[in-house]
């Protein structure tokens, strides 16, 4: 009996390879997170001969993160936090970001030096332009109660790009949470180009407000 992607016709080669990485069995082969899927299949639509996932960057990434998790399975958070900021160094902003923002979840109120840098390195990807670390940047600042900075750097993220901040900042928006005036007009708009990157609470909350809102 062949398995049901053998049977898939019209599938290029690239996409197959796209579909048979996400359903690995092995963990350390299969994409790491949604978010590096997506890459790929963003860049397959845009006529790229090879997926990201393929990429040096990639490999870069799964040589730093890899042993950053194992350090974090053993609360090791200081050799996770070295790992993060060797794989920043190479190149590898996916793996230094990802790391930081789970390194502060799980050792926050435990070492505040350790989260001083955790900060520290998502400020630094913020200010060279990358809207996802900045985005990260506001979440960690609302959980930290400073509400108003927390808004700014989600607005700042979502105006550069980046499709988490897009969806909450235009959440927030719409809900007029987050000490934010309500504003649905700015709001759906920012949920949209969420949702035109593929992000699918945006989506959701999108079908919602149409539903409650048919006219």
């Known amino acids: 009996r062949q398995a049901p992607l053998d049977r898939l016709e019209d599938v290029s080669p690239e996409f197959e390879r796209i579909i048979r990485k996400a359903i690995q069995p092995d963990p350390e082969i299969r994409y790491q ?48 936090m070295a790992f993060a900021k060797t794989g920043y160094e190479s190149g590898d902003r996916d793996c230094a970001r990802l790391i930081a923002y789970t390194v502060y979840h799980e050792a926050r109120d435990k070492n505040p030096e350790l989260l001083k840098a955790v900060m520290g390195m998502l400020e630094g990807l913020m200010y060279e ?25 989600l607005s700042e993220s ?45 989506i959701r909350i999108l079908k919602r407000c149409i539903s409650q809102n048919p006219n």
């Open 158 to 202: 979502a105006q550069q790009g980046g499709a988490i901040a897009q969806y909450l900042y235009g959440r927030f928006l719409v809900e007029g949470r987050l000490g934010l005036q309500k504003n649905d007009p700015m709001g759906i708009d920012y949920l949209f180009k969420a949702a035109e990157q593929g992000f699918l609470p945006a």
């Open 33 to 80: 997170t949604a978010e590096e899927m997506l890459r790929d299949l963003r860049q397959l639509s845009n006529g790229a001969a090879q997926p990201a996932g393929d990429s040096e960057i990639n490999l870069a990434a799964k040589r730093w993160f890899l042993p950053a998790k194992l350090a974090m399975l053993n609360h090791d958070y200081v050799n996770a």
């Open 129 to 153: 332009g990358d809207a996802t670390a900045g985005c990260l940047y506001g979440i960690l600042l609302f959980k930290q109660g400073e509400i108003q900075k927390s808004a700014k750097f």
